[in-house]
Each structure stands twice: as C-alpha cells, then as structure tokens.
C-alpha cells in the first residue's frame, strides 16, 4: 500500500504562487512517474505535469511555463510551484505515482484562484 499526502492548498488572487507537495510513502524513484492532476467543479480530471524516473518533465498546455514540476527522491516528495496563477486554476490538485504494485492517488488539496 502506497501513502500519497498533498499540501500546500489555500486560497489566492490572480497572478499569486503556491507550492504543492506531496510525500509519499514509498520510495518515489522506484516509480515509473509522479504526476499531478486537477479537477474542476463539474469537469473530468485532467492532467497538469509529470516528471519521470529518469527526470524528464512534461506540461499540460495550459499550465506551461508557470507550473514547473520538481521532486526530492532523498526525502520521497514531488513539488508543483504554481505562479501566475487564473481564476481558470481554480480546482483540486492531486498527486500520483505509477508503480509495479499500482497506481497510487493522493487525496488531494484545493486551490482557489480569485480575480
């Protein structure tokens, strides 16, 4: 069973930073990719960023740029530095990671994006 803990949610105004972290339980290198997600009220869950095992990132369209994707194998954490941020951010953030065992999903933490 793999832990997933996101935090770093809250509450900003347009053109405002958050950090997101999530920790795992688990060793995260042993993981093909940590992602994260989000989800809008009344939308499907879309993907945002990834960083693989061998450290190669990839965006979403809409977050290229202000939402740079990191992660710390030594302490099991993925980071999301969200800046510029739009009302359009507005949404749950979670996390997840691909392992031999299975997918794992964090619970996920909110972000509200006021204009």
């Known amino acids: 069973q793999v832990q997933l803990v996101e935090s770093g949610g809250g509450s900003v105004q347009a053109g405002g930073s958050l950090t997101f972290s999530c920790l795992a339980s688990?060793?995260?290198?042993?993981?093909?990719?940590m992602c994260w997600y989000h989800q809008s009220t009344g939308k499907q869950r879309e993907f945002v960023a990834a960083?693989?095992?061998?450290?190669?990132?990839n965006y979403a369209e809409s977050v290229k740029g202000r939402f740079p994707i990191s992660r710390d194998s030594a302490k099991n954490a993925v980071y999301l530095l969200m800046s510029s941020l739009k009302p359009e951010d507005t949404a749950v953030y979670s996390c997840?990671?691909?392992?031999?065992?299975?997918?794992?999903w964090g619970q996920g933490t909110q972000v509200t994006v006021s204009s």
């Open positions: 960083v693989t095992r061998v450290g190669e990132r």
């Open positions: 997840t990671g691909d392992w031999a065992i299975g997918d794992y």
């Open positions: 688990v060793l995260i290198y042993s993981s093909d990719a």
